[in-house]
């Protein structure tokens, strides 16, 4: 009975022996008093490899867990200051940014790929709007440290006029037919004045209809040499013949012209400016967070860090 009672004890013992933790609990690192989990650093070296989080890596090389460890901390001390400066990231961008990518996709294929790639919607959702809330708090911080001034734009625009010069350019649409005879009548009706959206509606019949191609401004170097020597010398509204090309019939109107010349200042400044601070917000954000990052109190496992390098958990 004694030994009875002695294995009873120990499967007991054993029975109430506590799981090992989920690597959600599991905090490699600290910054200023925020964790980093290791489901976050195994999250992050997927991420960096292409995987979905579900195969989240179990062993990497120890560069590539420092790479990845580094960009956690980046994280942390951006997100932290994005928040003293009142950065937020409302519903509504999340859901146009989540409308953006399912664009990308037929009919319920985002849900189909998250799926297969094993991640549930509403956790991608929350990785989105946190992907969001970083950029628009790294935008903040270096928006607030770089400038460009009025002078600086000049100088810029001085050194690059000689190469700003622009060839001479037209704005183009192109209306192709389903007939070389629709397409010759309605190019007659056009050139005589009537209105385009007049005469593609008159040529639309049940699933045969015209089509509009919005060209743009193009120059003679964008356009074939054959068109381009047809094009250029048509005043503004003037039209083409008619093109024959693989069973397509089409014409060309001239909806603008815009001469060659050079570039003003008024009118490339907001690009030379934009390129200007483009730079100098990435040099200013880059150094901010060095700083920040030497300041901060960083606490690492260095011991975990080497157990997941080795293979292990």
């Given at each position: ?11 007991l013992s054993c ?243 815009e001469p060659a ?38 606490k690492v496992e ?12």
């Amino acid at each position: 009975m004694a030994c009875v009672a002695a294995l009873a004890v120990l499967f007991l013992s054993c029975s109430r022996e506590q799981p090992p933790p989920a690597d959600a609990e599991i905090a490699v690192a600290e910054v200023n008093g925020s964790r980093i989990s290791l489901l976050d650093l195994k999250n992050e070296i997927a991420a960096r490899r292409g995987l979905a989080p579900s195969l989240a890596a179990r062993s990497a090389a120890r560069r590539e867990i420092q790479e990845a460890l580094r960009s956690l901390i980046d994280r942390v001390v951006v997100l932290e200051e994005g928040k003293r400066l009142g950065v937020s990231v409302a519903g509504s961008e999340v859901e146009k940014e989540v409308e953006r990518y399912r664009s990308d996709f037929p009919a319920g294929g985002l849900e189909k790929a998250l799926l297969q790639a094993g991640m549930d919607m509403e956790a991608w959702r929350g990785e989105l709007a946190r992907s969001l809330l970083y950029r628009k708090a790294a935008g903040a911080i270096a928006a607030s440290r770089a400038a460009v001034t009025d002078e600086e734009v000049e100088a810029a625009f001085r050194r690059k006029e000689r190469r700003l010069s622009r060839p001479e350019r037209i704005r183009v649409r192109q209306f192709l037919f389903p007939s070389e005879e629709s397409a010759v009548d309605a190019r007659g009706r056009i050139e005589n004045g009537a209105a385009p959206e007049d005469v593609l509606l008159r040529f639309s019949a049940g699933d045969v209809r015209p089509t509009v191609a919005e060209l743009g401004d193009v120059t003679r170097e964008d356009l074939p040499p054959e068109i381009a020597e047809e094009l250029f010398p048509l005043r503004e509204g003037g039209v083409s013949g008619v093109v024959v090309r693989e069973q397509s019939y089409s014409f060309f109107q001239v909806e603008r012209k815009e001469p060659a010349g050079k570039p003003t200042l008024a009118a490339e400044a907001p690009r030379i400016r934009e390129e200007l601070l483009r730079a100098r917000r990435e040099e200013a954000f880059r150094a901010w967070l060095t700083s920040q990052e030497g300041r901060a109190s960083i606490k690492v496992e260095e011991a975990l860090l080497e157990k997941l390098a080795g293979g292990g958990k």
